[in-house]
């Protein structure tokens, strides 16, 4: 299966190389990964809507090196929505990037045929002529240090959530798709990102003071060894986050998949969720990232 051309919402776009294998422990293929990001493209557009995305390539599969890519690659076709973001102190030299806002299935199509796997975007957005806006919501990146893994992360996102809920945040857990859990919470206002990563970091300290034994707030990854890292500092400006919904470039197709915190009281359901999981779980529970909207 060499090349094809697919009509996406009425435009054209070149594929290759369908049955390429990205994802070589369980035989997934590119052809896979362009059904799956069509399956979600309802949830996973609106995590991605105004928000410049970083991509995370593995053009020979996961068992190669991958690239980060910033900028448009050439030959990005006209549709597609880009915007001019400053990046002072960027590791190019440059001192803005022009980066693609991915509004419409045939860009997750343009994007997959990429082999851009993942699709990591900021906590802020842009506004319609490209000016930056201030952040719409908070993350919080719980990152479990061995022994520890899933299963502590979650039992100290409810710690976060519990002190987020009591400041008035509505908080959404997404597991990451690699070790732990991000934590997504908005309180219906926008916020500078300095200010979120500043409120962030104290209550990662608050909570590594309350729970010693089980969370840290500091960046040594000598003293990670058993507890669970609360990286507060996602929320900056110049940083970005897995997107929810996105794919990971792991040995697995595995997913950061939004749960609801009812589903992960159960300890059964405390797992990384795969790409065949998708489909049966939006039946089942709709999109929980629904939960960070106001009332």
């Not at 094809?4 to 776009?13: A, E, H, N, P």
């Not at 593995?58 to 030959?75: A, L, Q, T």
């Not at 082999?115 to 506004?127: I, S, Y």
């Amino acid at each position: 299966m060499a090349s094809s051309t697919l009509d996406v919402d009425g435009r054209s776009l070149k594929v290759t190389n369908l049955d390429k294998v990205l994802y070589p422990e369980d035989g997934t293929t590119k052809f896979d990964v362009i059904h799956y990001v069509l399956s979600v493209a309802e949830p996973l557009l609106k995590q991605l809507a105004d928000r410049p995305c970083t991509r995370k390539r593995w053009p020979d599969g996961v068992e190669k090196d991958p690239f980060f890519e910033k900028n448009v690659p050439r030959g990005t076709p006209d549709w597609v929505r880009t915007v001019e973001v400053a990046t002072p102190g960027s590791s190019t030299g440059r001192d803005s990037l022009v980066f693609p806002i991915v509004e419409h299935r045939s860009d997750l199509v343009w994007l997959a045929n990429l082999a851009a796997l993942e699709l990591h975007t900021p906590q802020w957005t842009v506004g319609p002529r490209g000016g930056v806006r201030d952040a719409d919501r908070l993350v919080i990146d719980l990152d479990p240090g061995e022994p520890a893994g899933l299963e502590e992360a979650v039992a100290v996102g409810h710690l976060v959530r519990d002190r987020l809920d009591a400041d008035g945040w509505r908080t959404v857990p997404v597991t990451s798709g690699s070790k732990g859990l991000h934590l997504y919470a908005s309180h219906g206002r926008d916020s500078s990102p300095d200010a979120l990563r500043d409120y962030a970091r104290g209550i990662a300290d608050e909570l590594s003071g309350k729970h010693p034994d089980r969370v840290l707030s500091a960046m040594r990854r000598a003293d990670r060894r058993g507890k669970v890292f609360l990286d507060w500092s996602q929320n900056v400006r110049a940083k970005t986050t897995v997107t929810p919904y996105s794919l990971r470039g792991r040995s697995r197709p595995w997913v950061a998949a939004p749960r609801t915190w009812d589903e992960l009281d159960d300890p059964a359901s405390v797992r990384q969720v795969l790409l065949g999981d998708m489909a049966d779980r939006l039946e089942r529970y709709g999109d929980p990232m629904t939960g960070l909207e106001a009332d």
